[in-house]
């Protein structure tokens, strides 16, 4: 007998954000994937016996081609992904030094405010996200 913890896809990713250069204000990076034309915050799922922030920022690194300083953890979401339980660790970090390179997997990336990323996110679920970042950057 499997138990659902076996079946559980176990993936993480970054709410990764940085200061405008032009004014200063919060930005949100969020990435484009063409298999299923949804707009998400980076994330990816773990290699067998990864830690979960380093796969989290391997992620960062692989769809963004930037580096991130990590902060606080943010909710994990659960939800049904092709017909099992899939677990998503997040966690809050800034965008470090980085350049965007389009691959078959990520073909784009956008710096959004807040406010135009929880609107352009496809995922309702994903928006919980930038509420937690905002809070989380608020408490340091």
Known sequence: ??????????????VLWRR??????????????PKYDDWSHPKGKLKRDED???????EVAE????TARP??????LRYMANDRPKEVRYWAAEAGPGT????TEVDR?????????RLRLTQPRDRTLVDALLSSLHRT
Do not use: Q
């Not at 965007?100 to 691959?103: D, I, S, Y």
């Open 109 to 117: 990336l956008l710096w959004l405010s807040p406010t135009a990323a």
């Open 71 to 76: 902060g606080a953890e943010l909710p994990t």
């Open 100 to 103: 965007f390179t389009p691959t």
């Open 52 to 58: 979960p922030l380093d796969g989290a920022l391997r």
């Open 1 to 14: 007998m499997t138990h659902a913890k076996d079946l559980t896809v176990h993936a993480a990713g970054c």
């Open 20 to 33: 405008s250069p032009v004014d200063g204000e919060l930005e949100i990076c969020l990435v484009h994937r």
């Open 63 to 66: 769809e963004t081609g930037h």
